[in-house]
């Protein structure tokens, strides 16, 4: 019993000293594979959420335009969410790229994640789909991609982040882009005659 309070002191005294020198105890939580995955799954979100943006008056069937607009309602809650945590722990998102350009810094999280630029779904050129003939052939073949890439980044924060928080999104980024990514090809295959070049839901 001794033991237990010696040892409940030492916690609050470490809660202590970190308040003391202006750490919270969520950045105290957070390891290497969080701060990467935050700092960069804000601009993933925005990525896609841009997308969605021109889907919803572009897209030519009213599945795609829906589809658009549900994106853009879940991502956009999950990137404050996302920004929430990252203030939490001392971490400022990475800016988006728009033309498939990458920083060091995304470079170096990217690297801490696991994966390559192509992996990631985030050296895509947005601009590609301006104009795109059809439309919803080319925006279902770039959200996919996009999509796998969420999927793999969150997958990294599953198997080696700390922070209960972004761990429970990362669960449900797999879960709902994985069930996206599904429904958008076979949307593909009856429209086009054939799924997406970009391939399925990510192997595990």
Not at 37 to 43: I, K, L
Not at 104 to 119: C, I
Not at 169 to 197: C, F, H, L, T
């Amino acid at each position: 019993m001794k033991i237990h309070r010696l040892a409940g002191g030492a916690a609050l005294a470490a809660v202590l000293v970190l308040s003391a020198v202006g750490v919270s105890p969520a950045l105290a939580a957070g390891n290497a594979t969080d701060r990467a995955f935050v700092r960069q799954m804000v601009p993933h979100h925005q990525m896609a959420t841009e997308m969605a943006e021109m889907a919803t008056t572009d897209g030519e069937h009213a599945k795609i335009r829906r589809l658009a607009r549900q994106i853009i309602k879940a991502q956009s809650a999950e990137i404050r969410t996302l920004k929430r945590i990252a203030k939490d722990l001392g971490v400022t998102p990475a800016e988006m790229p728009m033309d498939g350009e990458m920083s060091e810094q995304t470079m170096r999280d990217l690297e801490t994640l696991g994966l390559t630029a192509e992996e990631s779904g985030m050296d895509m050129d947005m601009h590609d789909l301006h104009g795109a003939t059809p439309f919803d052939r080319m925006f279902i073949d770039m959200m996919i991609a996009h999509h796998q890439g969420a999927i793999r980044m969150a997958r990294a924060e599953r198997a080696d982040g700390k922070n209960r928080r972004l761990r429970r999104i990362a669960r449900d980024i797999v879960r709902d882009q994985a069930e996206e990514i599904r429904r958008m090809n076979s949307w593909r295959k009856a429209w086009y005659g054939a799924p997406s070049p970009a391939g399925g839901v990510p192997a595990s």
